[in-house]
């Protein structure tokens, strides 16, 4: 049967769970948009629940799984990116553990502090799977992995890496267990440049805000580095400096 109305009560949960947070962290499920991002999601073991699928718009592999086909007129009112590639797929939260990640020896991860826009983190994850990034952790966060936002701008990288959200307090007993050199980014003269820093061993390197940039919680708590800079702009946008030290994270180790 061919869905055409935005009555349909499919499509009344559908268009509730696309827009609150709330709504699909109680649900237990996260919602893909895209032909790459599904694959992704699928490759990776992600288990989907069932899919909104425009057949005049799509033109890949049609999924083993619940189909709802959806008229174009519609699809192009509930996608956020309207005609483009024509499928939505709804899948199961697995819930992630700090407690249970076991870090390899030259681990390197990127924690960001209290991130807030959903594509500034969907951009850092994309560099932090380009780059071979160990881990992502986001502590007290104040945006959804799973967000529709993070997913879309992330390209799906998420699906395949290690992600995790817990507190500060949380982050900080991991990385003091897992014997980590932790380096933080505050704005300050006695930041040493990054690129001077043994990178090749777990390392751990944090990123505040845009706003107000790391909090004092972070203070003391590891040696201060810098991306050097020639220009006269003082800082750089926050996904803009992780991606940088990402690159330099595994320039090091691809050192001989």
Same mark, same amino acid.
């Given at each position: ?41 699928l490759?990776?073991?992600?288990? &989907? ?49 700090l407690?249970e ?15 807030e ?17 160990n ?5 007290? &966060? ?5 967000? &529709? ?13 290690n ?40 390392s ?18 590891g040696?201060?580095?810098?991306? &050097? ?23 090091q180790?691809?050192?001989?």
């Open positions: 049967m061919l869905i055409e109305s935005l009555q349909n009560e499919k499509i009344k949960r559908l268009t509730r769970l696309l827009s609150k947070n709330q709504d699909r962290r109680k649900a237990g499920i996260f919602i893909v948009e895209g032909q790459q991002e599904n694959e992704r999601a490759h990776f073991g992600n288990q &989907p629940e069932e899919y909104f699928i425009c057949e005049s718009i799509f033109n890949g592999k049609l999924p083993d799984s619940k189909i709802h086909f959806v008229s174009e007129k519609l699809y192009e009112k509930i996608a956020y990116r309207g005609t483009t590639e024509g499928i939505i797929g709804i899948y199961k939260l697995e819930q992630r553990n407690d990640f076991k870090p390899k020896q030259d681990s390197a991860i990127i924690i960001l502090e209290s991130v826009k959903p594509g500034n983190l969907g951009a850092i994850l994309r560099s932090c799977e380009a780059f071979g990034i881990a992502l952790i986001v502590t007290d &966060p104040r945006t959804d992995f799973y967000n &529709p936002n993070v997913i879309r701008s992330s390209v799906g990288c998420l699906f395949g890496m992600i995790f959200q817990a507190s500060n307090e949380e982050t900080m007993e991991f990385l003091k267990i897992n014997d980590y050199n932790i380096f933080t980014t505050f704005m300050s003269e006695d930041a040493k440049n990054i690129q001077e820093k043994n990178l090749k061993t777990r751990a390197v944090l990123f505040g805000t845009e706003h107000s940039g790391l909090s004092d919680f972070w203070k003391g708590k040696e201060n580095v810098l991306i &050097p800079m020639s220009g006269t702009i003082d800082s750089l946008n926050l996904s803009n400096a992780a991606a940088i030290t990402c690159y330099e994270i595994l320039r180790k691809l050192e001989k």
